[in-house]
Protein backbone atom coordinates (compact mmCIF):
# COMPACT_ATOMS: atom_id res chain seq x y z
CA UNK A 1 0.00 0.00 0.00
CA UNK A 2 0.77 3.74 0.14
CA UNK A 3 3.98 4.78 2.23
CA UNK A 4 4.25 0.83 3.19
CA UNK A 5 8.09 -0.05 3.71
CA UNK A 6 9.66 -1.55 0.82
CA UNK A 7 12.43 -3.66 2.35
CA UNK A 8 10.02 -6.52 2.77
CA UNK A 9 8.92 -6.76 -1.23
CA UNK A 10 12.61 -6.13 -2.15
CA UNK A 11 14.30 -8.40 -0.05
CA UNK A 12 11.81 -11.38 -1.28
CA UNK A 13 12.24 -10.46 -4.83
CA UNK A 14 15.84 -9.34 -5.21
CA UNK A 15 17.12 -12.99 -6.47
CA UNK A 16 14.53 -13.24 -9.44
CA UNK A 17 14.95 -9.36 -10.03
CA UNK A 18 18.98 -9.83 -9.96
CA UNK A 19 19.05 -12.96 -12.07
CA UNK A 20 19.77 -12.75 -16.02
CA UNK A 21 17.70 -16.37 -16.26
CA UNK A 22 13.89 -16.87 -15.99
CA UNK A 23 13.33 -17.35 -12.37
CA UNK A 24 12.56 -21.64 -11.56
CA UNK A 25 9.29 -22.79 -9.48
CA UNK A 26 11.28 -23.09 -6.62
CA UNK A 27 12.48 -19.41 -6.73
CA UNK A 28 9.07 -18.16 -7.21
CA UNK A 29 7.96 -19.99 -4.04
CA UNK A 30 10.88 -18.91 -2.14
CA UNK A 31 10.39 -15.29 -2.91
CA UNK A 32 6.99 -15.87 -1.68
CA UNK A 33 8.31 -17.57 1.35
CA UNK A 34 7.42 -16.27 5.00
CA UNK A 35 9.35 -18.46 6.38
CA UNK A 36 12.17 -17.12 4.96
CA UNK A 37 11.00 -13.65 5.75
CA UNK A 38 10.55 -14.81 9.23
CA UNK A 39 13.97 -16.42 9.51
CA UNK A 40 15.60 -13.43 8.20
CA UNK A 41 13.38 -10.96 10.57
CA UNK A 42 14.56 -13.09 13.28
CA UNK A 43 18.38 -12.94 12.96
CA UNK A 44 18.11 -9.17 12.94
CA UNK A 45 15.90 -9.11 16.01
CA UNK A 46 17.69 -11.32 18.16
CA UNK A 47 21.18 -9.07 17.13
CA UNK A 48 19.31 -6.19 18.03
CA UNK A 49 18.22 -8.08 21.43
CA UNK A 50 21.85 -9.58 22.73
CA UNK A 51 23.12 -5.82 21.75
CA UNK A 52 20.89 -4.62 24.13
CA UNK A 53 21.46 -7.04 26.80
CA UNK A 54 25.32 -5.94 26.10
CA UNK A 55 24.54 -2.49 26.68
CA UNK A 56 22.52 -3.42 29.79
CA UNK A 57 24.91 -5.59 31.45
CA UNK A 58 27.79 -3.02 31.10
CA UNK A 59 25.93 0.00 32.66
CA UNK A 60 26.89 0.47 36.19
CA UNK A 61 23.58 2.27 37.19
CA UNK A 62 21.57 -0.80 35.26
CA UNK A 63 23.31 -3.50 37.73
CA UNK A 64 23.11 -1.36 40.54
CA UNK A 65 18.81 -1.35 39.94
CA UNK A 66 19.15 -4.97 39.32
CA UNK A 67 21.00 -5.41 42.45
CA UNK A 68 18.61 -3.59 44.14
CA UNK A 69 15.73 -5.24 43.19
CA UNK A 70 17.00 -8.95 44.15
CA UNK A 71 18.02 -9.77 40.98
CA UNK A 72 21.56 -12.22 41.40
CA UNK A 73 23.98 -12.96 38.86
CA UNK A 74 24.60 -16.42 38.02
CA UNK A 75 27.60 -17.71 36.41
CA UNK A 76 28.30 -17.87 33.05
CA UNK A 77 25.09 -16.33 32.37
CA UNK A 78 23.46 -13.23 31.39
CA UNK A 79 21.92 -10.88 34.13
CA UNK A 80 18.31 -12.48 34.55
CA UNK A 81 16.77 -8.44 35.04
CA UNK A 82 18.96 -7.25 32.53
CA UNK A 83 17.80 -10.46 29.26
CA UNK A 84 13.73 -9.66 31.34
CA UNK A 85 14.40 -5.78 30.50
CA UNK A 86 15.42 -6.42 27.14
CA UNK A 87 12.88 -8.79 26.23
CA UNK A 88 10.18 -6.36 27.62
CA UNK A 89 11.64 -3.51 25.97
CA UNK A 90 11.42 -5.32 22.34
CA UNK A 91 8.21 -6.20 23.09
CA UNK A 92 6.84 -2.75 23.79
CA UNK A 93 8.47 -1.52 20.40
CA UNK A 94 6.83 -4.22 18.37
CA UNK A 95 3.66 -4.02 19.89
CA UNK A 96 4.02 0.12 19.13
CA UNK A 97 5.26 -1.10 15.98
CA UNK A 98 1.12 -2.53 15.11
CA UNK A 99 -0.34 0.21 16.63
CA UNK A 100 1.19 2.66 14.59
CA UNK A 101 0.20 0.75 11.86
CA UNK A 102 -3.50 1.73 13.20
CA UNK A 103 -3.11 5.10 13.02
CA UNK A 104 -3.20 5.79 17.01
CA UNK A 105 0.39 6.86 17.96
CA UNK A 106 1.24 10.86 17.32
CA UNK A 107 -2.65 11.59 16.23
CA UNK A 108 -3.11 15.71 15.93
CA UNK A 109 -5.57 17.08 18.26
CA UNK A 110 -8.19 18.23 15.99
CA UNK A 111 -7.92 14.63 13.88
CA UNK A 112 -9.60 11.41 14.75
CA UNK A 113 -7.80 8.59 15.93
CA UNK A 114 -6.83 6.47 12.84
CA UNK A 115 -5.49 9.62 11.36
CA UNK A 116 -1.75 9.48 13.29
CA UNK A 117 1.93 8.85 12.37
CA UNK A 118 2.27 5.72 10.89
CA UNK A 119 5.72 5.92 11.38
CA UNK A 120 5.91 7.54 14.86
CA UNK A 121 8.95 5.45 16.15
CA UNK A 122 11.07 6.52 14.07
CA UNK A 123 10.10 10.24 13.17
CA UNK A 124 10.51 10.80 17.08
CA UNK A 125 13.83 9.00 17.08
CA UNK A 126 15.30 11.35 14.25
CA UNK A 127 13.02 14.77 15.41
CA UNK A 128 15.13 14.07 18.80
CA UNK A 129 18.26 16.24 19.75
CA UNK A 130 19.07 15.35 23.18
CA UNK A 131 21.57 12.54 24.78
CA UNK A 132 19.65 9.60 25.89
CA UNK A 133 16.46 8.74 23.74
CA UNK A 134 15.34 6.19 25.64
CA UNK A 135 15.81 8.18 28.76
CA UNK A 136 14.25 11.14 27.83
CA UNK A 137 12.10 10.29 25.44
CA UNK A 138 10.85 6.35 25.20
CA UNK A 139 10.41 5.95 28.89
CA UNK A 140 8.22 8.78 29.23
CA UNK A 141 6.05 7.88 26.33
CA UNK A 142 5.59 4.40 27.98
CA UNK A 143 4.79 5.23 31.73
CA UNK A 144 3.56 8.36 31.61
CA UNK A 145 1.49 8.25 28.62
CA UNK A 146 0.76 4.75 27.33
CA UNK A 147 0.36 3.67 30.95
CA UNK A 148 -1.77 6.84 32.35
CA UNK A 149 -5.09 8.27 31.76
CA UNK A 150 -4.22 11.72 30.67
CA UNK A 151 -7.04 14.81 29.76
CA UNK A 152 -7.94 14.78 26.33
CA UNK A 153 -5.40 11.74 25.83
CA UNK A 154 -2.84 15.05 25.26
CA UNK A 155 0.88 13.87 25.50
CA UNK A 156 3.76 16.27 23.44
CA UNK A 157 0.59 18.29 22.12
CA UNK A 158 -0.60 15.15 20.33
CA UNK A 159 -3.17 12.52 21.27
CA UNK A 160 -1.54 8.93 22.26
CA UNK A 161 -3.85 6.36 23.34
CA UNK A 162 -4.05 5.28 27.18
CA UNK A 163 -3.85 1.22 26.77
CA UNK A 164 -2.86 0.13 29.95
CA UNK A 165 -3.21 -3.69 30.57
CA UNK A 166 0.69 -3.92 32.08
CA UNK A 167 2.36 -3.73 29.15
CA UNK A 168 3.78 -0.37 29.87
CA UNK A 169 3.93 -0.62 33.44
CA UNK A 170 7.19 -0.47 35.01
CA UNK A 171 9.00 -3.93 35.61
CA UNK A 172 9.35 -5.50 39.00
CA UNK A 173 8.91 -2.02 40.49
CA UNK A 174 11.43 -0.88 38.50
CA UNK A 175 12.48 2.64 39.73
CA UNK A 176 12.45 4.23 35.97
CA UNK A 177 12.47 8.00 37.02
CA UNK A 178 15.25 8.11 39.52
CA UNK A 179 17.82 5.55 37.22
CA UNK A 180 19.35 6.88 34.21
CA UNK A 181 21.50 4.74 31.97
CA UNK A 182 22.06 5.49 28.88
CA UNK A 183 21.56 3.18 25.65
CA UNK A 184 23.52 4.94 23.02
CA UNK A 185 21.26 6.62 20.64
CA UNK A 186 22.91 4.52 17.71
CA UNK A 187 21.21 1.82 19.07
CA UNK A 188 17.63 2.96 17.79
CA UNK A 189 18.92 4.56 14.34
CA UNK A 190 21.61 5.74 12.89
CA UNK A 191 23.52 7.34 9.29
CA UNK A 192 24.05 2.87 8.26
CA UNK A 193 20.32 2.65 9.29
CA UNK A 194 21.44 -0.58 11.34
CA UNK A 195 19.28 0.65 14.18
CA UNK A 196 16.64 -1.11 15.91
CA UNK A 197 13.76 1.37 14.44
CA UNK A 198 16.00 1.51 11.48
CA UNK A 199 15.42 -2.67 10.88
CA UNK A 200 11.92 -2.43 12.33
CA UNK A 201 10.94 0.65 10.18
CA UNK A 202 12.13 -1.14 6.54
CA UNK A 203 9.84 -4.71 7.52
CA UNK A 204 6.19 -3.96 6.52
CA UNK A 205 4.08 -4.96 9.84
CA UNK A 206 0.75 -6.14 9.01
CA UNK A 207 -2.22 -5.97 11.19
CA UNK A 208 -3.88 -9.64 9.46
CA UNK A 209 -3.31 -12.68 11.09
CA UNK A 210 -1.64 -15.50 9.88
CA UNK A 211 -3.75 -19.18 9.52
CA UNK A 212 -2.01 -21.96 8.29
CA UNK A 213 -3.32 -21.66 4.70
CA UNK A 214 -3.46 -17.76 4.63
CA UNK A 215 -0.34 -16.33 5.25
CA UNK A 216 0.44 -12.41 4.03
CA UNK A 217 4.75 -11.68 3.34
CA UNK A 218 4.89 -9.80 6.03
CA UNK A 219 5.56 -9.35 9.96
CA UNK A 220 2.16 -10.11 11.47
CA UNK A 221 1.31 -10.96 15.17
CA UNK A 222 1.22 -14.84 14.96
CA UNK A 223 5.00 -15.02 13.01
CA UNK A 224 6.28 -12.54 15.97
CA UNK A 225 4.91 -15.73 18.47
CA UNK A 226 7.45 -17.81 16.98
CA UNK A 227 10.07 -15.18 17.14
CA UNK A 228 9.56 -14.72 20.97
CA UNK A 229 9.10 -18.46 21.73
CA UNK A 230 12.95 -18.75 20.42
CA UNK A 231 14.68 -16.15 22.65
CA UNK A 232 13.14 -18.06 25.87
CA UNK A 233 15.24 -19.21 28.10
CA UNK A 234 18.40 -18.17 25.71
CA UNK A 235 20.32 -19.43 28.60
CA UNK A 236 18.94 -22.86 29.04
CA UNK A 237 15.76 -23.65 26.63
CA UNK A 238 16.39 -27.41 25.57
CA UNK A 239 17.59 -28.00 29.10
CA UNK A 240 13.94 -27.06 30.07
CA UNK A 241 12.58 -29.60 27.46
CA UNK A 242 10.08 -26.62 26.13
CA UNK A 243 10.00 -26.29 21.93
CA UNK A 244 8.40 -24.38 18.99
CA UNK A 245 4.97 -25.63 18.31
CA UNK A 246 4.61 -25.75 14.63
CA UNK A 247 1.10 -23.76 13.69
CA UNK A 248 -0.14 -26.26 11.74
CA UNK A 249 -0.30 -29.14 15.06
CA UNK A 250 -1.55 -26.10 17.24
CA UNK A 251 -4.22 -25.42 15.17
CA UNK A 252 -5.58 -28.92 14.44
CA UNK A 253 -5.21 -29.66 17.81
CA UNK A 254 -7.13 -26.81 18.83
CA UNK A 255 -9.48 -28.13 16.41
CA UNK A 256 -9.84 -31.11 17.93
CA UNK A 257 -10.61 -29.88 21.47
CA UNK A 258 -13.28 -27.99 20.78
CA UNK A 259 -15.25 -29.77 18.79
CA UNK A 260 -14.49 -33.25 21.18
CA UNK A 261 -15.80 -31.07 24.26
CA UNK A 262 -18.34 -29.95 22.31
CA UNK A 263 -19.93 -33.23 20.89
CA UNK A 264 -19.33 -34.36 24.88
CA UNK A 265 -21.98 -31.43 26.32
CA UNK A 266 -24.53 -31.38 23.61
CA UNK A 267 -24.37 -34.63 23.02
CA UNK A 268 -23.98 -33.70 18.90
CA UNK A 269 -21.75 -36.01 16.10
CA UNK A 270 -18.53 -35.22 16.53
CA UNK A 271 -17.29 -35.30 12.78
CA UNK A 272 -20.03 -32.83 12.36
CA UNK A 273 -18.97 -30.87 14.85
CA UNK A 274 -15.05 -30.85 13.32
CA UNK A 275 -16.59 -30.15 9.84
CA UNK A 276 -18.43 -26.84 10.95
CA UNK A 277 -15.13 -25.93 13.13
CA UNK A 278 -13.08 -26.45 10.04
CA UNK A 279 -15.36 -25.87 7.24
CA UNK A 280 -18.35 -23.32 8.71
CA UNK A 281 -17.32 -20.15 6.48
CA UNK A 282 -17.69 -22.43 3.32
CA UNK A 283 -20.53 -25.45 4.44
CA UNK A 284 -23.86 -24.82 2.87
CA UNK A 285 -25.52 -27.80 4.30
CA UNK A 286 -25.91 -25.80 7.78
CA UNK A 287 -29.50 -27.33 8.45
CA UNK A 288 -28.06 -29.06 11.59
CA UNK A 289 -26.35 -26.39 12.96
CA UNK A 290 -29.16 -24.06 13.10
CA UNK A 291 -31.02 -25.93 15.34
CA UNK A 292 -28.05 -26.28 17.71
CA UNK A 293 -26.75 -22.67 16.80
CA UNK A 294 -27.08 -20.94 19.76
CA UNK A 295 -26.21 -23.85 22.15
CA UNK A 296 -22.85 -24.12 20.86
CA UNK A 297 -22.58 -20.31 20.83
CA UNK A 298 -23.60 -20.60 24.77
CA UNK A 299 -21.40 -23.61 25.59
CA UNK A 300 -18.43 -22.32 23.79
CA UNK A 301 -18.30 -18.95 25.45
CA UNK A 302 -18.30 -20.69 28.31
CA UNK A 303 -15.34 -22.70 28.22
CA UNK A 304 -12.25 -22.48 30.14
CA UNK A 305 -9.14 -23.81 28.40
CA UNK A 306 -5.67 -23.45 29.95
CA UNK A 307 -2.19 -24.69 29.17
CA UNK A 308 -0.05 -25.23 32.28
CA UNK A 309 3.22 -24.89 30.15
CA UNK A 310 1.85 -22.14 28.24
CA UNK A 311 5.25 -21.08 27.13
CA UNK A 312 4.73 -18.27 24.69
CA UNK A 313 1.30 -18.90 24.18
CA UNK A 314 0.56 -20.75 20.95
CA UNK A 315 -2.02 -22.88 22.42
CA UNK A 316 -4.44 -19.69 23.61
CA UNK A 317 -3.58 -18.30 20.52
CA UNK A 318 -4.54 -20.36 18.48
CA UNK A 319 -7.79 -21.10 20.68
CA UNK A 320 -8.51 -17.98 20.75
CA UNK A 321 -8.82 -17.76 16.88
CA UNK A 322 -10.52 -20.69 16.76
CA UNK A 323 -13.17 -19.62 19.03
CA UNK A 324 -13.55 -16.45 17.57
CA UNK A 325 -13.56 -18.12 14.12
CA UNK A 326 -16.41 -21.07 15.08
CA UNK A 327 -18.55 -18.20 17.19
CA UNK A 328 -18.06 -15.56 13.94
CA UNK A 329 -19.72 -18.33 11.73
CA UNK A 330 -22.31 -18.98 13.87
CA UNK A 331 -24.13 -15.16 14.04
CA UNK A 332 -25.75 -16.36 11.01
CA UNK A 333 -27.84 -18.40 13.41
CA UNK A 334 -27.60 -16.32 16.72
CA UNK A 335 -28.37 -12.88 15.46
CA UNK A 336 -25.81 -11.38 18.45
CA UNK A 337 -24.90 -8.40 17.37
CA UNK A 338 -21.25 -8.53 18.14
CA UNK A 339 -17.70 -7.92 16.15
CA UNK A 340 -14.56 -9.63 16.20
CA UNK A 341 -12.27 -8.00 18.43
CA UNK A 342 -15.60 -8.48 21.47
CA UNK A 343 -15.57 -11.57 20.74
CA UNK A 344 -11.29 -12.21 21.60
CA UNK A 345 -12.08 -9.91 24.63
CA UNK A 346 -15.00 -12.11 25.93
CA UNK A 347 -12.45 -15.19 25.17
CA UNK A 348 -9.73 -14.07 26.48
CA UNK A 349 -11.23 -11.98 29.57
CA UNK A 350 -13.71 -15.28 30.10
CA UNK A 351 -12.10 -18.51 28.88
CA UNK A 352 -8.54 -18.40 28.37
CA UNK A 353 -5.64 -19.29 31.61
CA UNK A 354 -2.05 -20.17 31.33
CA UNK A 355 0.74 -21.37 33.39
CA UNK A 356 4.59 -20.97 32.91
CA UNK A 357 7.14 -21.12 35.95
CA UNK A 358 9.04 -18.84 33.09
CA UNK A 359 8.19 -15.29 33.99
CA UNK A 360 9.39 -14.25 30.96
CA UNK A 361 7.28 -16.79 29.17
CA UNK A 362 4.00 -15.71 30.44
CA UNK A 363 4.88 -12.27 29.73
CA UNK A 364 5.36 -13.20 26.41
CA UNK A 365 2.34 -14.85 25.97
CA UNK A 366 0.10 -11.85 27.17
CA UNK A 367 2.11 -9.61 24.77
CA UNK A 368 1.12 -12.41 21.87
CA UNK A 369 -2.88 -12.03 23.42
CA UNK A 370 -3.07 -8.36 22.98
CA UNK A 371 -1.45 -8.14 20.08
CA UNK A 372 -4.12 -10.50 18.64
CA UNK A 373 -6.76 -7.92 20.21
CA UNK A 374 -5.56 -5.01 18.91
CA UNK A 375 -5.32 -6.01 15.09
CA UNK A 376 -8.94 -6.52 15.49
CA UNK A 377 -9.90 -3.49 16.74
CA UNK A 378 -11.69 -0.74 14.63
CA UNK A 379 -12.32 2.49 16.45
CA UNK A 380 -14.22 4.41 14.04
CA UNK A 381 -12.08 7.64 14.87
CA UNK A 382 -12.77 7.00 18.52
CA UNK A 383 -9.98 6.66 21.27
CA UNK A 384 -8.69 2.88 21.31
CA UNK A 385 -10.27 0.78 24.56
CA UNK A 386 -7.31 0.22 26.83
CA UNK A 387 -6.00 -3.98 26.59
CA UNK A 388 -7.29 -6.20 29.58
CA UNK A 389 -5.41 -6.94 32.58
CA UNK A 390 -4.55 -10.64 31.96
CA UNK A 391 -2.69 -10.87 35.43
CA UNK A 392 -5.74 -12.80 36.36
CA UNK A 393 -5.27 -15.21 33.81
CA UNK A 394 -1.39 -15.61 33.11
CA UNK A 395 0.32 -16.69 35.77
CA UNK A 396 3.94 -17.57 37.04
CA UNK A 397 4.46 -20.63 38.54
CA UNK A 398 5.36 -24.56 38.64
CA UNK A 399 2.34 -25.82 37.64
CA UNK A 400 2.57 -29.35 38.97
CA UNK A 401 4.00 -28.43 42.65
CA UNK A 402 1.32 -27.39 45.44
CA UNK A 403 3.65 -28.02 48.32
CA UNK A 404 6.55 -25.63 49.72
CA UNK A 405 9.38 -27.38 51.55
CA UNK A 406 7.10 -31.02 52.25
CA UNK A 407 4.10 -28.75 53.63
CA UNK A 408 0.71 -28.61 51.71
CA UNK A 409 -0.23 -24.83 50.71
CA UNK A 410 -3.55 -25.64 50.04
CA UNK A 411 -6.57 -25.01 52.67
CA UNK A 412 -9.99 -26.29 51.67
CA UNK A 413 -11.65 -23.75 53.69
CA UNK A 414 -10.44 -21.01 52.14
CA UNK A 415 -12.82 -21.72 48.98
CA UNK A 416 -16.19 -21.71 51.51
CA UNK A 417 -14.91 -18.45 53.18
CA UNK A 418 -18.21 -15.92 52.28
CA UNK A 419 -16.64 -12.22 51.79
CA UNK A 420 -17.50 -9.99 54.93
CA UNK A 421 -18.25 -5.97 54.75
CA UNK A 422 -14.88 -4.40 53.50
CA UNK A 423 -12.48 -3.56 56.11
CA UNK A 424 -8.73 -2.57 55.81
CA UNK A 425 -6.68 -4.47 58.05
CA UNK A 426 -2.93 -4.29 58.41
CA UNK A 427 -1.86 -8.08 58.17
CA UNK A 428 -0.23 -9.44 61.47
CA UNK A 429 0.19 -13.25 60.89
CA UNK A 430 0.10 -13.77 64.56
CA UNK A 431 -3.54 -12.90 65.41
CA UNK A 432 -6.09 -15.81 65.09
CA UNK A 433 -8.25 -13.92 62.52
CA UNK A 434 -5.82 -13.54 60.03
CA UNK A 435 -6.55 -16.15 57.66
CA UNK A 436 -10.30 -14.85 58.02
CA UNK A 437 -8.73 -11.16 57.70
CA UNK A 438 -6.61 -12.22 54.41
CA UNK A 439 -9.64 -14.03 53.14
CA UNK A 440 -12.09 -11.27 52.93
CA UNK A 441 -8.74 -8.71 51.35
CA UNK A 442 -8.39 -11.25 49.36
CA UNK A 443 -11.87 -11.61 47.68
CA UNK A 444 -12.08 -7.62 48.11
CA UNK A 445 -8.88 -7.27 45.75
CA UNK A 446 -10.71 -9.76 43.29
CA UNK A 447 -13.72 -7.50 43.25
CA UNK A 448 -11.91 -4.65 42.18
CA UNK A 449 -9.56 -6.50 40.19
CA UNK A 450 -6.67 -4.90 42.05
CA UNK A 451 -3.60 -6.86 41.19
CA UNK A 452 -0.99 -6.30 43.15
CA UNK A 453 -3.34 -6.42 46.30
CA UNK A 454 -4.34 -9.95 45.00
CA UNK A 455 -0.51 -11.56 44.73
CA UNK A 456 -0.02 -9.95 48.40
CA UNK A 457 -2.92 -11.28 49.46
CA UNK A 458 -2.11 -14.74 48.44
CA UNK A 459 1.13 -14.77 49.68
CA UNK A 460 0.09 -13.58 52.70
CA UNK A 461 -2.84 -17.03 53.08
CA UNK A 462 0.36 -19.32 52.36
CA UNK A 463 2.37 -17.74 54.60
CA UNK A 464 0.13 -17.16 57.36
CA UNK A 465 -0.43 -21.18 56.65
CA UNK A 466 2.89 -21.94 57.58
CA UNK A 467 3.42 -19.95 60.67
CA UNK A 468 0.00 -21.88 62.17
CA UNK A 469 1.47 -25.15 61.17
CA UNK A 470 4.44 -23.84 63.18
CA UNK A 471 6.71 -23.69 60.27
CA UNK A 472 8.82 -21.09 61.17
CA UNK A 473 12.34 -22.29 58.91
CA UNK A 474 10.31 -22.50 56.05
CA UNK A 475 8.17 -19.20 56.21
CA UNK A 476 11.87 -17.11 56.46
CA UNK A 477 12.76 -19.54 53.08
CA UNK A 478 9.81 -18.33 51.50
CA UNK A 479 10.53 -14.73 51.98
CA UNK A 480 14.28 -15.46 50.86
CA UNK A 481 12.57 -17.13 47.45
CA UNK A 482 10.13 -14.41 46.92
CA UNK A 483 12.82 -12.08 46.94
CA UNK A 484 15.24 -13.99 44.44
CA UNK A 485 12.13 -13.60 42.23
CA UNK A 486 11.08 -17.31 41.95
CA UNK A 487 8.47 -19.05 42.80
CA UNK A 488 8.30 -22.90 42.47
CA UNK A 489 5.16 -23.73 43.27
CA UNK A 490 1.47 -23.26 42.16
CA UNK A 491 -1.34 -23.46 43.80
CA UNK A 492 -4.33 -23.72 41.09
CA UNK A 493 -7.47 -23.69 43.76
CA UNK A 494 -6.12 -20.37 45.26
CA UNK A 495 -5.28 -18.80 41.69
CA UNK A 496 -8.01 -19.66 39.81
CA UNK A 497 -10.55 -20.02 42.06
CA UNK A 498 -13.23 -19.04 39.87
CA UNK A 499 -12.77 -21.74 37.87
CA UNK A 500 -12.56 -25.04 40.43
CA UNK A 501 -15.50 -22.78 41.91
CA UNK A 502 -17.04 -24.90 38.85
CA UNK A 503 -15.48 -28.03 38.89
CA UNK A 504 -12.66 -27.41 36.83
CA UNK A 505 -11.38 -27.28 33.07
CA UNK A 506 -13.08 -28.14 30.56
CA UNK A 507 -9.86 -28.18 28.32
CA UNK A 508 -6.16 -28.81 28.95
CA UNK A 509 -3.93 -28.28 25.71
CA UNK A 510 -0.41 -28.14 25.72
CA UNK A 511 2.92 -29.18 24.55
CA UNK A 512 4.80 -30.33 27.78
CA UNK A 513 7.92 -29.93 28.35
CA UNK A 514 9.82 -33.83 27.89
CA UNK A 515 12.86 -33.73 30.44
CA UNK A 516 14.03 -37.27 31.97
CA UNK A 517 13.27 -36.78 35.62
CA UNK A 518 16.57 -38.54 36.03
CA UNK A 519 18.77 -35.90 34.92
CA UNK A 520 21.19 -33.61 36.36
CA UNK A 521 21.60 -36.32 39.46
CA UNK A 522 17.97 -36.51 39.76
CA UNK A 523 17.11 -33.65 40.84
CA UNK A 524 13.59 -33.21 39.37
CA UNK A 525 12.48 -36.91 40.84
CA UNK A 526 13.53 -34.89 44.13
CA UNK A 527 11.14 -32.13 43.59
CA UNK A 528 8.75 -34.53 42.82
CA UNK A 529 8.79 -37.69 44.27
CA UNK A 530 6.37 -36.82 47.25
CA UNK A 531 3.85 -35.09 46.07
CA UNK A 532 1.24 -38.11 45.54
CA UNK A 533 1.58 -38.34 41.76
CA UNK A 534 0.23 -41.73 40.70
CA UNK A 535 2.29 -41.88 37.07
CA UNK A 536 6.16 -40.50 39.21
CA UNK A 537 8.87 -43.01 38.32
CA UNK A 538 12.28 -41.85 38.98
CA UNK A 539 13.43 -43.36 35.64
CA UNK A 540 10.36 -41.51 34.09
CA UNK A 541 9.81 -38.20 32.18
CA UNK A 542 8.04 -35.05 33.55
CA UNK A 543 5.25 -35.19 30.37
CA UNK A 544 3.90 -37.87 32.29
CA UNK A 545 3.57 -35.99 35.63
CA UNK A 546 2.08 -33.23 33.43
CA UNK A 547 -0.71 -35.58 31.78
CA UNK A 548 -1.55 -36.79 35.43
CA UNK A 549 -1.70 -32.63 36.22
CA UNK A 550 -3.87 -32.41 33.17
CA UNK A 551 -6.65 -34.75 34.13
CA UNK A 552 -6.27 -33.69 38.15
CA UNK A 553 -7.71 -29.47 36.62
CA UNK A 554 -10.17 -30.82 34.28
CA UNK A 555 -13.64 -31.34 34.84
CA UNK A 556 -15.07 -34.44 35.10
CA UNK A 557 -15.64 -35.06 31.61
CA UNK A 558 -13.17 -32.49 30.19
CA UNK A 559 -10.95 -32.73 27.19
CA UNK A 560 -7.11 -33.49 27.85
CA UNK A 561 -5.69 -32.45 24.74
CA UNK A 562 -1.40 -32.72 24.89
CA UNK A 563 1.45 -33.71 22.63
CA UNK A 564 3.10 -36.45 23.51
CA UNK A 565 5.64 -38.92 22.67
CA UNK A 566 4.92 -42.28 22.46
CA UNK A 567 7.49 -44.10 24.72
CA UNK A 568 5.42 -44.60 28.17
CA UNK A 569 3.44 -46.93 25.84
CA UNK A 570 6.11 -49.41 26.15
CA UNK A 571 8.38 -48.11 28.25
CA UNK A 572 8.56 -49.98 31.51
CA UNK A 573 8.36 -46.25 32.98
CA UNK A 574 5.16 -45.70 31.13
CA UNK A 575 3.49 -48.85 33.27
CA UNK A 576 2.01 -46.11 35.67
CA UNK A 577 1.17 -43.80 33.01
CA UNK A 578 -0.80 -46.61 31.37
CA UNK A 579 -2.50 -47.89 34.32
CA UNK A 580 -3.12 -44.44 35.06
CA UNK A 581 -4.93 -42.91 31.55
CA UNK A 582 -6.80 -46.26 31.48
CA UNK A 583 -8.65 -45.41 35.09
CA UNK A 584 -9.09 -41.99 33.67
Known amino acids: GEDEPTKTYLQQLSPIFDSDNK?????????????????????????????????????????????RLGFENEPDKHNKFAV???????????????????????????????DGDKNYLIHSAKSFTGDNYFNDFLEPLFYNALNCKRENDEYLGKKIPFLNGG???????????????????????????????????????????????????????E???????????????????????????????CEEALASRLSTI???????????????DALKETEFIKEFASDIDECVSNFTIVDPAVGSGAFLVGMLNQIVKLRTNLLEFTDKKIDKYQLKLEAIQKSLYGVDVEYDAVEIAKLRLWLSLIVDQDTNGNCPNPLPNLNFHLRVGNSLVDKFEGIV????????????????IQPDLFNTDTLDSILHRLKEAKKEKLIQSIEREQIELIRTTLVTKGAFDTYDNLSKMLEKKTKPFFVWELEFGEVFENGGFDIAIANPPY????????????????????????????????????????????????????????AGYGEKTRKFLSEN
Open 515 to 570: VQLQKNGGKLANELQDLGYKTFARTGDIYCIFYEKGVQILKEDGVLCFITSNKWMR
Open 167 to 221: LFHPIENYDWKNTNFIIPNDYWINSEETGLLDVFSQYNFTVDESNPTEQEVAIDP
Open 84 to 114: TFAKKTLGQIVFLYFVQKKGWLGVPKDKNWG
Open 23 to 67: PTLKEIEEAFSVSRLSNDFYKEYKDKFFKLVDHLEQNKDFMAESQ
Open 409 to 424: LWNPRWKSTKAKEKKI
Open 223 to 253: MLGKIFESLLDTDDRSEKGAFYTPREIVHYM
Open 266 to 280: LGLDNDAIINYIRYG
